[in-house]
């Protein structure tokens, strides 16, 4: 029978004692900062360390090699405080990156929130991250750090450059400004209805518009096709254990298609770690008279997918507890 070791979680402190004099340094090293990079699918490249930002100093400043865009790093070795979350409003607003990485030991929830806030209601031009730092050793190993991505930009495509995301709504293809004006009126139905789906965003000119279902590893989607002349809905599980989660789903998919009353297509995306849960249908988006009956069929998919889906991704069962 195989062994396994021991798998035993590290105290930051014990290993890097101060934030400025032991944990930047390291981080601002080549080889971590491309582990902290591959968590958010960006390749960067550290410019400065304490760089000075009127009489304060941000804690590393980085490029995104795709865009050449800068990075704003700010870490902290204890949980998130109001005191970090103005240093990092402070510092992007000086340095005017168009990336922002909070680094704390764990995030509350209210500073969770504020992340997603801002990535909900500030420019389409800036991008907002939370990440939790963990140490671990195995069988007294020397400890290795992982980073939990807590909060990210909606419908963060890590498969997709940063400079493709970056398109200026002034160059819009028609496409996109279908996808646009479509989503404006599909937000307003939603509020008009007072659906219990939190529009929790201003609409974009995205294929897609997604709402939060749950957990931060699940997407609850509306998905247009110009293309394929389609629209349909979606849940979508972008993470390390999205094989893991789908598969645990996929056990009473029986049970869940019953209660919704429709069969999903369930596929499984393992080059993206992702897995999908989709239903579409044959509703052309570029047919402007028919939007109201579109958007009516996504709402109630949408509404009745989070009715059912939202209690089995909650669920502690489905971490296998």
Same mark, same amino acid.
């Given at each position: 029978?195989?062994?396994?070791?021991?798998?035993?979680?590290?105290?930051?402190?014990?290993?890097?004692?101060?934030?400025?004099?032991?944990?930047?340094?390291?981080?601002?090293?080549?080889?971590?900062?491309?582990?902290?990079?591959?968590?958010?699918? @960006?390749?960067?490249?550290?410019?400065?360390?304490? *760089?000075?930002?009127?009489?304060?100093?941000?804690?590393?400043?980085?490029?995104?090699?795709?865009?050449?865009?800068?990075?704003?790093?700010?870490?902290?070795?204890?949980?998130?405080? *109001?005191? *970090?979350?103005?240093?990092?409003?402070?510092?992007?607003?000086?340095?005017?990156?168009?990336?922002?990485?909070?680094?704390?030991?764990?995030?509350?929830?209210?500073?969770?929130?504020?992340?997603?806030?801002?990535?909900?209601?500030?420019?389409?031009?800036?991008?907002?991250?939370?990440?939790?730092?963990?140490?671990?050793?195995?069988?007294?190993?020397?400890?290795?750090?992982?980073?939990?991505?807590?909060?990210?930009?909606?419908?963060?495509?890590?498969?997709?450059?940063?400079?493709?995301?970056?398109?200026?709504?002034?160059?819009?293809?028609?496409?996109?400004?279908?996808?646009?004006?479509?989503?404006?009126?599909?937000?307003?139905?939603?509020?008009?209805?007072?659906?219990?789906?939190?529009?929790?965003?201003?609409?974009?000119?995205?294929?897609?518009?997604?709402? /939060?279902?749950?957990?931060?590893?699940?997407?609850?989607?509306?998905?247009?096709?110009?293309?394929?002349?389609?629209?349909?809905?979606?849940?979508?599980?972008?993470?390390? /254990?999205?094989?893991?989660?789908?598969?645990?789903?996929?056990?009473?998919?029986?049970?869940?298609?019953?209660?919704?009353?429709?069969?999903?297509?369930?596929?499984?995306?393992?080059?993206?770690?992702?897995?999908?849960?989709?239903?579409?249908?044959?509703?052309?988006?570029?047919?402007?008279?028919?939007?109201?009956?579109?958007?009516?069929? @996504?709402?109630?998919?949408?509404?009745?997918? /989070?009715?059912?889906?939202?209690?089995?991704?909650?669920?502690?069962?489905?971490?296998?507890?």
């Amino acid at each position: 029978m195989t062994e396994l070791g021991n798998l035993e979680r590290i105290s930051l402190r014990g290993v890097w004692a101060t934030e400025d004099g032991h944990f930047t340094p390291w981080l601002a090293k080549a080889d971590n900062i491309v582990v902290l990079g591959n968590a958010i699918n @960006l390749t960067l490249v550290v410019e400065d360390v304490e *760089h000075f930002v009127g009489a304060y100093r941000a804690d590393i400043i980085c490029r995104n090699t795709s865009d050449e865009s800068l990075v704003l790093v700010e870490n902290q070795l204890t949980k998130s405080d *109001h005191k *970090h979350l103005g240093q990092i409003l402070t510092y992007a607003a000086g340095t005017k990156a168009k990336t922002v990485i909070w680094i704390a030991e764990k995030f509350t929830d209210e500073h969770r929130e504020a992340i997603d806030w801002l990535n909900n209601n500030t420019s389409d031009g800036v991008d907002f991250f939370g990440l939790e730092i963990e140490l671990w050793s195995i069988d007294g190993s020397v400890p290795a750090p992982k980073f939990n991505v807590v909060s990210e930009p909606n419908e963060w495509l890590r498969s997709v450059s940063r400079a493709a995301k970056r398109i200026s709504e002034t160059s819009l293809t028609d496409t996109r400004d279908l996808y646009l004006r479509y989503w404006t009126q599909f937000q307003d139905l939603l509020e008009r209805r007072q659906s219990p789906l939190s529009p929790g965003r201003k609409p974009r000119p995205d294929h897609c518009y997604a709402f /939060k279902i749950g957990r931060s590893e699940f997407e609850l989607r509306a998905i247009l096709s110009a293309r394929e002349s389609k629209i349909g809905v979606d849940i979508r599980i972008h993470t390390e /254990k999205a094989a893991r989660y789908f598969n645990v789903l996929l056990n009473f998919r029986d049970e869940i298609e019953q209660e919704i009353g429709e069969e999903f297509d369930w596929e499984e995306l393992p080059e993206q770690n992702a897995s999908r849960i989709m239903l579409f249908s044959d509703q052309d988006p570029k047919d402007e008279a028919a939007w109201v009956l579109q958007q009516s069929w @996504l709402i109630e998919k949408l509404e009745k997918m /989070k009715e059912v889906f939202e209690p089995w991704i909650k669920s502690p069962s489905l971490d296998g507890q």
